[in-house]
Structure formats: structure tokens, C-alpha cells
């Protein structure tokens, strides 16, 4: 039995006594319960809310996790389970699973093998290794 079911029965009972709410005990004991009634109901909205609040916060742990996932990945492959280093050419390192959408440029300042997919601008690739910014589509200068 819910608080508010046992309020009501409550109501019910002095209901049921007769009790004469124009004297003193009777007037208490409907202020009592009355109050009680109140109470009942502010739990039970405060239960709501709170429900509503975890599950709210449920959804943003899910979300910052997947925010979390993203930023502190490491290039690891994302073909398999491994902690193995991404090659970047199409194949993962690890394995002999087509990691297609990836693609894999020399870096103009220091050499390194850049690494990224088609969400990156191909104009503005910045190196992990030496931070700089380069257009992996500009011819390189022939020699």
C-alpha cells in the first residue's frame, strides 16, 4: 500500500468514527490527517521527479561516455577489440578486416604517417605528432 493509499484509508477511518470535528479532538485529528494527506502527496511528486531526474542523468552518463570514448581514443583500431595501432593504409594491423573510409597522408613538416577519414577536412590536416596544419591535397613541391 502506497503513503497516499494509507492517508486516504486514514480519512476513511475517521470518516467512519463519527468523531465530531467541532470539539478539540476532532479537529486535531483531521488536522493530522489532512497533513498527512499533504505530505503524502509532495513525496510522491518528489519521487516522481527524482525518477525522472535519474533517468535524465542515465541518458547524459550514456552520452559522456560516448563523448569520453571519442575524445580519449587512442587511433586504436576500431575493426576489432585489439589495442593495436592503426595503419591506416585500408587494413588494420592486427587483423586482415577492410577498414575502409580511412586515409593515409605523409605529414609535409615531419614525416609521420597522418591518419583520417571522410569527415575530416583534407585541407586542414593537423599532424598528431608534430601539430601542424596541412593540405594533404596541394601538389608537394617537385625537386
Partial sequence: MTITEKTAYLKGLLEGMNIDET??????LKAVIETLDELA????????????????VEELDEDL????????SDDECDC???DDDFDCDGDCDCCDEDCDGFYEVE??????N???DE?????????????EKFDC???????
Fill in 23 to 28: 470539539k478539540a479532538e476532532g479537529k486535531l
Fill in 41 to 56: 502527496n509532495d513525496l510522491t511528486d518528489v519521487a516522481e521527479d527524482v525518477a525522472t531526474l535519474n533517468d535524465y
Fill in 65 to 72: 561516455g560516448a563523448v569520453e570514448e571519442f575524445v580519449y
Fill in 80 to 82: 576489432c577489440d585489439c
Fill in 107 to 112: 605529414c609535409p613538416h615531419c614525416g609521420a
Fill in 114 to 116: 597522418v591518419c583520417f
Fill in 119 to 131: 569527415t575530416c577536412d583534407p585541407r586542414e590536416i593537423l599532424c598528431p605528432s608534430c601539430q
Fill in 137 to 143: 591535397l596541394e601538389a608537394p613541391d617537385a625537386e
